[in-house]
């Protein structure tokens, strides 16, 4: 049986939401494996709008949904999050929602420190643009093995000597960094008060995942964030703290790699990011505004306006390879209608070298230069369409010229934010 994971193929925001929603109504369990509340992923369904930063999508359609290992995990987001949702009326139950046992936390004093160095690396001119959730500090922590486990709230005889160790280190940082330290019982309250939030929904997620592999069911991994924030693949250090490809989904979950069949890459028809970074095909014009506002580019989690540019098929070429991808969803084709002309990045120059794929290092990065193609644009509205007749020939040939050149097909071409705009050529689950 096919087990299907979904990655974004640039930095994120491509439009997983809608791809995870119209494919988890096929899966028996979805699951998160890395990332935390830095992700945002917008679902539609039957006209109400959801709005998930923490939790698998798949628990909006009552599907298993497990929070893995991966995934770094802030108990008091969790908490308010599953009763934003019980308010637009999810039902969220130990029964279909389970969190690993040794999922690392994210707790405030992480949330301080993501913040204390984006402002002072502000006045220095070398911030990140993080989400400031603390996402950072908690997988530093958890490799630097002082890290809080979900498991450590239902311990609570060795829960204060883990948290004396976390302090000795973050309360030298911040001396350092001239803030207060942080006390204690301070942090002892932050976890007791929301482990009997918690714990009931603590699991050993990689027995669970190994029964549903036994049973046959279809198990859906949802990545969050982009190829291009992949800690070692990305735009380093422009990045997000966690492996964000293919891979991590075996790691982060507990499951064994030949258990990942399928590697569905989520793909925007142009090419956005928020924070800072490289970011090669940027517009920064009226081509810039004219996608940002079409595609009403602005961040789920921070509301910050994303970068908008044309499609760069040297990053996404990149993306198949490191990932695996079998085949792309391409999402947002609709807001390229009524150019007259489109661009497509197909290689980089480099130092007067022409290049084909993206230099690992920083100050290469900032130094490519596009190569473009121009191809010519088409007049009517893609919005909407269900089948490819209902395509204009120029926005096909868009789309055939970017599988070309990124080496993998189209298994999904998503028409609008509504699910059932959509038009499938391939069923991961069945390929
Ligand atoms: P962090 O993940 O909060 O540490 O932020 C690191 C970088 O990843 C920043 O450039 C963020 O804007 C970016 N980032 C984190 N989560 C997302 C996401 O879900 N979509 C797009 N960018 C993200």
């Known amino acids: 049986m096919a087990n299907v994971v979904v990655v974004g193929s640039q930095w994120g925001d491509e439009g ?8 988890s109504e096929r899966a028996d369990v979805v699951v998160r494996f890395q990332g935390g509340h830095n992700a945002g992923h917008t679902l539609v369904v039957d006209g109400n709008v959801y709005k998930l930063s923490l939790l698998p999508s798949g628990v909006v359609r009552n599907k298993l949904s497990i929070i893995g290992n991966g995934v770094v995990f802030d108990p008091h987001a969790f908490v308010a999050e599953v009763a934003k949702l019980r308010g ?6 130990p029964d279909n929602l389970k969190i690993a046992e040794n999922t690392a936390l994210i707790l405030s004093l992480h949330r301080e420190l993501d913040g204390f160095r984006e402002d002072a690396a502000s006045n220095s001119g070398t911030k990140i643009g993080t989400t400031r959730r603390g996402i950072g500090p908690a997988y530093e922590d958890k490799v630097g093995r002082r890290g809080i486990r979900v498991m450590d709230l239902a311990d609570l005889d060795t829960l204060p000597a883990k948290v004396d160790r976390l302090l000795t ?24 008060s929301v482990a009997s939030e918690v714990l009931p929904y603590m699991d050993r997620v990689w027995k669970v995942l190994d029964d549903s592999r036994k049973a046959g069911e279809r198990i859906l991994f949802e990545g969050a964030q982009g190829t291009l924030l992949d800690i070692d693949h990305g735009t380093y250090p422009f990045v997000t703290s966690s ?11 507990g499951i064994g790699p030949g258990a990942l069949s399928y590697v569905l890459g989520i793909t925007k028809a142009y090419t956005t990011r928020v924070g800072e970074g490289p970011f090669p095909t940027e517009q920064v014009n009226e081509i810039g505004e004219f996608l940002g506002t079409r595609g009403h580019e602005f961040g789920v989690v921070t509301g910050r306006k994303r970068r908008c540019g044309w499609f760069d098929a040297v990053l996404v070429r990149q993306a198949v390879a490191v990932n695996g991808i079998k085949g792309i969803a391409l999402t947002k084709l609709d807001v390229l209608d009524g150019l007259d002309e489109i661009r497509v990045c197909t290689g980089y120059m480099l130092d007067g070298e022409k290049i084909d794929y993206l230099p690992a290092s920083q100050g290469a990065q900032a130094r490519v230069q596009p190569v473009y193609e121009t191809l010519e644009g088409w007049k009517e509205t893609t919005a909407g369409a269900r089948s490819w007749n209902d395509l204009p020939a120029q926005a096909v040939k868009y789309v055939r010229h970017i599988e070309e050149l990124i080496g ?19 069923d991961p689950f069945q390929d």
Request: hydrophobic share 40%.
């Open 16 to 23: 997983k939401g809608k791809i995870v929603d119209w494919l």
């Open 88 to 93: 637009q009326g999810v039902e969220i139950t």
């Open 169 to 192: 280190h973050h309360n030298a940082l911040r001396k350092g960094l001239g803030h207060e330290e942080v006390e204690h019982e301070a942090i002892m309250q932050e976890l007791t």
């Open 243 to 253: 492996n964000t490809v293919a891979g991590q989904a075996a790691a982060g979950s």
């Open 408 to 426: 993998a097909p189209v298994a999904l071409l998503s028409t609008s934010p509504e699910r059932d705009d959509t038009i499938l050529v391939t």
